[in-house]
């Protein structure tokens, strides 16, 4: 648990720094002005804040990973309670399930997306 527990250290210390670069870059490219053609800006703006979101989203994954091990939670499938293989915390240090739980909650994600597009479907037809 210690190496995994390195990984995400690093892992959350290169997307802090990561942050704040493109917080940094964000507030120099405004200052620009009419300097730079402003739809190509907007465009790379709202790339960096899209990025930013996923960022965000990685940095949170990776202090609820590190909470859990501080909780003795870490390792532990959250659907069975089943101990997660640590070949696959090793592969996907941020997983909360194991290998059989994850699979079962994809297919019945997978099961309902195409359940929704099926009723999506046969509405648009029934009105026309």
Same mark, same amino acid.
């Given at each position: 648990m210690e190496e995994i527990k390195r990984l995400l250290?690093?892992?959350k210390a290169a997307l802090l720094g990561d942050i704040r670069e493109k917080t940094g870059k #964000? +507030? @120099?490219? !405004?200052?620009?002005?009419? &300097? @730079?053609? !402003?739809?190509?800006e907007e /465009?790379? =703006?709202e790339l960096d804040l899209l990025l930013q979101d996923r960022e965000q989203a =990685?940095? +949170?994954? @990776?202090?609820?990973a590190l909470q859990r091990m501080e909780s003795d939670d870490f390792g532990y499938c959250e659907?069975?309670? *089943?101990? @997660? !293989?640590k070949k696959r915390l090793l592969a996907v240090?941020?997983?909360?399930m194991c290998i #059989?739980? /994850?699979?079962? *909650?994809? =297919?019945? =994600?997978? &099961? /309902?997306n195409a359940f929704s597009r099926a009723d999506y479907s046969s509405q648009v037809l029934s009105d026309e």
């Open positions: 250290l690093e892992e #964000n +507030k @120099i490219n !405004s200052d620009i002005g009419d &300097a @730079i053609d !402003s739809s190509v /465009q790379e =703006r =990685r940095l +949170k994954g @990776i202090e609820n659907e069975c309670g *089943e101990d @997660i !293989s240090p941020l997983t909360r #059989n739980c /994850q699979s079962t *909650e994809e =297919r019945s =994600r997978l &099961a /309902q």
